[in-house]
């Protein structure tokens, strides 16, 4: 399979803290995405890195991108209690112009307030 | 929700009934996706469409079939539900710039219970 493969799978934080969810994957991709999922909702995306990139920003989030290990991370700063849902990496493996992307697992993240 | 409904939000059905799930857009975007999310497996994709009347099967398309007659719309139908076809079902769509960005915009999900 080359679904992304993501850990932890929960995370429970007190708010103000950071929450880092990594995600690993299996071959060559265009781009990595993060998407976020509140509870009986549908997914939101979040942020897209580009596989010539490795770094991006975007307010209080941080993406990292690893392409020689085939890993990336999600940064949340400073949480808050509206962080909690669960994140997904999904990835674009280069599946021509299709627009498919392969989702993991997910990471439920619980911010305590 | 990035106008995208989906409908019905809920449906409760027998085994062997067939169903049908209605996905339907306003952004006028080309791609379109159907997913089923089932705990422990994440967002699995089961077909997919790349214009009108283009389609195409995804991770578990088994026991599915799409329509797509019209931009706007994305049909999903079950032809003989199953208990193991109980999920959740989410539509997405897509336009895949110059870029080669894809980002994806979901609809708020149809819960299916076959009983």
């Known amino acids: 399979s080359q679904q992304g493969e993501e850990d932890p799978q929960a995370l429970s934080i007190q708010e103000g803290e950071n929450a880092t969810m990594n995600c690993s994957y299996k071959?060559?991709?265009?781009?990595l995405q993060w998407y976020r999922q509140n509870s009986g909702r549908g997914l939101v995306h979040l942020i897209l890195?580009?596989?010539?990139?490795r770094e991006k920003h975007s307010g209080r989030l941080r993406v990292t991108l690893d392409t020689s290990k085939k890993s990336s991370s999600l940064l949340i700063t400073a949480s808050r209690a509206a962080d909690t849902a669960s994140y997904f990496c999904?990835?674009?493996?280069?599946?021509?112009?299709?627009?498919?992307?392969?989702f993991g697992q997910g990471t439920t993240l619980q911010v305590k307030p | 929700d990035a106008g995208i409904t989906q409908s019905p939000r809920h449906k409760v059905t027998e085994t062997g009934t067939p169903v049908t799930l209605r996905c339907h857009q306003t952004?006028?975007?080309?791609?379109m996706y159907w997913y089923r999310q089932d705990p422990g497996h994440g967002l699995r994709l089961i077909h997919y469409?790349?214009?009108?009347?283009?389609?195409d099967k995804g991770e578990v398309s088994d026991g599915y079939s799409v329509s797509r007659s019209k931009t706007e719309d994305f049909l999903l139908t079950l032809e003989s539900a199953t208990s193991s076809q109980t999920s959740v079902y989410f539509c997405?769509?897509?336009?895949?710039?110059?870029?080669?960005?894809?980002?994806?915009?979901f609809g708020p999900g149809t819960r299916l219970t076959v009983l």
């Open positions: 469409s790349y214009g009108v009347k283009d389609t």
């Open positions: 952004e006028n975007h080309r791609y």
């Open positions: 997405a769509i897509s336009d895949v710039g110059l870029e080669q960005e894809n980002e994806q915009f």
């Open positions: 890195i580009r596989s010539n990139e």
């Open positions: 999904a990835t674009d493996f280069r599946s021509g112009n299709t627009g498919k992307l392969i």
């Open positions: 071959t060559s991709i265009n781009n």
